[in-house]
């Protein structure tokens, strides 16, 4: 389909390739990773993609089948020094081109790559949790990374006079058709290659899969997986990131600000919301210890002294210590109760139910008026719950309203099915074998195959010439009977019906009734 991002020219090759394909199986072969827009570098040896002299695609005819034995001539690969401008991404991406055309089964639904560009964005502090994207931090980073000589080279320019460039879009909602060579380059800048990119978690866990290790020192399942339970909330000061609060069984929970970005993170401990029955049980038997100290306390228990104080204090534990001198807290360094912002499961509940509840009662209004009805409740998730909200919307609302289009379809159309029919014409008195007329081939001899093939539906007129224009089976080999037919009459041959037939190529056409009439009359023409 068309794209700024045009195909190679000619069919390329590499010579080191070469050499070792016809080592191994006495021939050369077409390789698909260097007919890919982008890959410049060959991700086995390392030398410059050379053109050969095989046009990639052929005006006259879609299918034309060369060797590419007989196409290449022996060519020394020019080395590349690894130092060059542009070796490294460039070589990366034909890696990642190569990695991907080997894969099966990899497709993903745009949602899947909006939520992973989402993610990654957030974690690069480009955007919030909640899918803002700062633009222009993210522009930055992309120009930085990729120099604009790199850009027009892979025909990848970002145009500075519009908001709506290619990359933004693909960063703020993915929902349409982008070169792969984009998402490539976007998935680049964002610090991933394509493995790691299509091996990300397809679902939101911020704090990955429990159980969660239980990282209280007092208790003897200290830095196990026996937390079962991890409830999110997303900050309202955090760029709304996610923040985790992990509840173990001893009674200790614990919280940190997410999302994870390496298997090291979920051993991290962020604040403490509550030391629970088995830390403060263990604080009592430190404390009557007579040998150690409050360091010593402090260090067994995961903590620094002034919070062993501040407990010791709220506990009602004896001041002085027994031996061991330590004075009491005064009450401004004492412990102040705090309300916990964890999200209660009856109000999370509850809250959901009211969201389906009125998304069941209105189904036919759009989201902007859907969350008129309730918009405490919308405000609630919106805060605490975005992605569960998010795959519980109302459709997208159909327009009604017809845009005027500013393109002047009936009178292209006229001018268009002018153009067909001379194009037609044109194709038909090519010298040589015969090439058939097809919507494709004439849509490639004027330049507007992609509109034949998209819009057709706007273009009657054109679509009535192309329907009398474009030739059956049926009606092309007969042409080529008539051609093959002449040339034998003009070498002064008298071939068998068998040889009319295979110099034809007709085989698999040759019984049905007009191919027949037409062998026939070709044979009685040629004697």
């Known amino acids: 389909m068309a794209s700024r991002v045009p195909l190679p020219q000619w069919l390329r090759f590499c010579p080191q390739c070469v050499q070792e394909d016809r080592r191994k199986f006495g021939e050369c072969y077409w390789h698909r990773v260097y007919q890919i827009p982008g890959v410049e570098i060959c991700p086995l040896h390392k030398v410059w993609v050379r053109n050969s002299a095989v046009p990639a695609q052929n005006v006259q005819t879609r299918y034309e089948f060369i060797s590419a034995e007989n196409a290449i001539s022996d060519t020394l690969p020019k080395e590349i020094d690894e130092n060059e401008q542009f070796f490294e991404i460039l070589f990366a991406f034909a890696h990642d081109t190569q990695w991907l055309l080997n894969q099966r089964g990899l497709s993903q639904d745009l949602p899947t790559f909006q939520f992973w560009y989402r993610r990654l964005l957030a974690d690069l502090g480009l955007s919030t949790y909640r899918g803002r994207v700062d633009r222009n931090a993210l522009l930055l980073r992309f120009k930085n990374m990729y120099a604009s000589e790199l850009l027009r080279m892979l025909h990848c320019e970002l145009d500075e006079h519009t908001e709506d460039s290619w990359l933004v879009r693909l960063a703020r909602k993915p929902d349409n058709a982008q070169h792969p060579l984009h998402h490539l380059l976007f998935i680049h800048c964002l610090e ?150 964890i999200p209660e499961k009856e109000k999370l509940e509850s809250y959901r139910a009211v969201w389906i509840v009125t ?20 405000t609630w998730l919106y805060r605490n719950d975005p992605f569960w909200l998010n795959e519980h919307r109302p459709p997208p609302m159909k327009r009604t309203k017809q845009r005027n289009s500013p393109v002047d379809w009936s009178g292209r159309d006229q001018e268009l099915a002018e153009i067909v029919r001379a194009s037609a014409e044109r194709l038909r008195k090519i010298p040589g074998r015969p090439s ?82 037409a062998v026939e009359a070709g044979l009685q023409v040629l004697g």
């Open 192 to 341: 991933q290659r394509a493995e790691t990119f299509f091996h990300l978690p397809t679902e939101n866990k911020p704090f990955g899969t429990g159980p969660w290790p239980c990282l209280n020192p007092a208790c003897v399942h200290y830095l196990e997986p026996k937390i079962k339970k991890c409830d999110i909330i997303y900050s309202s000061y955090v760029s709304g990131r996610p923040i985790g609060t992990f509840s173990c069984d001893c009674g200790f929970i614990y919280s940190r600000t997410g999302s994870d970005t390496s298997a090291e993170d979920r051993w991290k401990r962020g604040k403490i919301e509550a030391f629970g029955h088995v830390w403060e049980k263990k604080l009592g038997q430190l404390w009557a210890n007579e040998k150690l100290s409050l360091r010593a306390i402090a260090r067994e228990l995961g903590v620094d002294p002034l919070t062993i104080k501040r407990q010791a204090t709220r506990m009602g534990l004896s001041f002085p210590r027994p031996v061991r001198k330590s004075s009491p807290l005064n009450e401004t360094r004492q412990l102040r109760p705090r309300i916990t912002r």
């Open 436 to 517: 058939r007329i097809s919507l494709s081939a004439i849509g490639r001899d004027i330049g507007q195959l992609s509109l034949l093939q998209q819009h057709l539906g706007k273009l009657p007129i054109t679509a009535i010439t192309l329907r009398k224009l474009v030739e059956s089976r049926e009606v092309f080999a007969v042409r080529r009977v008539q051609w093959v037919t002449e040339q034998y009459r003009q070498d002064h041959t008298h071939p068998t019906r068998w040889e009319l037939v295979k110099k034809a190529g007709i085989e698999r056409v040759a019984m049905l009734p007009a191919v027949k009439v």
């Open 359 to 378: 998304l069941q009662s209105y189904p036919d209004i759009g989201i902007k008026t859907l969350r008129s009805k309730v918009p405490g409740v919308y």
